[in-house]
């Protein structure tokens, strides 16, 4: 059962590498906003990335949230993401595994 399980995984996480592999560079990163001039960076990552369940669950209802900000400064904006996602969701993993025991 355990090794059925680690293969589903590894095929998973092959076929997430391949996906991303087919990604391009953001034309945006750099380029300020034109309403506020503004390009987006660790902090306003950070956030986006603690908001995004709430953008989601908003643009399943007819929303139009943005959930990634696309004119970032590039690598601190995406660092600040995944903390901010890795905030909430790690909480909530911790949560659940703690009501199994």
Known sequence: MKSK?????????????????CAT?????????EQT??????????WDGMTATFAFIG?????????YQVHNNGNWY?????LGV????GSAGSAASSRRH
């Open 5 to 21: 399980k680690q293969l589903v995984i590894v095929v998973l996480f092959l076929l997430t590498l391949a996906l991303a592999a």
């Open 25 to 33: 560079a953001n034309p945006m990163k750099g380029v300020a906003l």
């Open 37 to 46: 001039g503004k390009v987006y960076g660790f902090w306003n990552g950070l």
């Open 59 to 67: 643009n399943l209802f007819g929303g139009h949230y943005g959930i």
């Open 78 to 82: 995406d660092f600040g993401f995944l």
């Open 86 to 89: 890795g905030a909430f969701s």
